[in-house]
C-alpha cells in the first residue's frame, strides 16, 4: 500500500514559479512510476508529467514542456514539480499519483494524494 501526500501548492502570479512534493510511504518508492495530474474548474483531469522509476526518462504534455520539470528523490521518497512561467490556464488542483509500472504518460494509476491547489493569477 502507498500513500502520496502533496505540497506546495499556493497562489503566484503570471510568469512565477512553484516547487510542488509530493511525499510517498514505505519502502517501495523506487519500483514506481510517478506522475502528476492536474484538474482545472469545469474541466476533466489532465495528466501533467511522469517520471521512470530512476528518474531516467520523463515524459509530459504538450502544454507544460518547457516550463515544468519533473524530478525524483528516492532516498527522500519525494518527488517534485517544478513550474516556471507559470500561466493562469495552468490554475488547477494538481495530484500525484504512482503505480508499479515502467510505462510512463498517462493512463490508469493505482495510488493517488489528495490534491494540492495552484492558483495563478493575471
Known amino acids: 500500500q502507498v500513500q502520496l501526500v502533496e505540497s506546495g501548492g499556493g497562489l503566484v502570479q503570471a510568469g512565477g514559479s512553484l516547487r510542488l512534493s509530493c511525499a510517498a510511504s514505505g519502502r517501495s518508492f523506487g519500483s514506481l512510476t510517478m506522475g502528476w495530474f492536474r484538474q482545472a474548474p469545469g474541466k476533466a483531469r489532465e495528466f501533467v508529467a511522469s517520471?521512470?522509476?530512476?528518474?531516467?526518462?520523463?515524459s509530459y504534455t504538450d502544454s507544460v514542456k518547457g516550463r515544468f520539470t519533473i524530478s525524483r528523490d528516492n532516498a527522500k521518497n519525494t518527488v517534485y514539480l517544478r513550474m516556471n512561467s507559470l500561466k493562469p490556464e495552468d490554475t488547477a488542483v494538481y495530484s500525484c499519483?504512482?503505480?508499479?509500472?515502467?510505462?510512463?504518460?498517462?493512463?490508469?494509476?493505482?495510488?493517488w494524494g489528495q490534491g494540492t491547489q495552484v492558483t495563478v493569477s493575471s
Open positions: 499519483a504512482a503505480r508499479f509500472s515502467v510505462v510512463l504518460g498517462g493512463g490508469q494509476y493505482d495510488y
Open positions: 517520471i521512470s522509476w530512476s528518474g531516467d526518462t520523463t
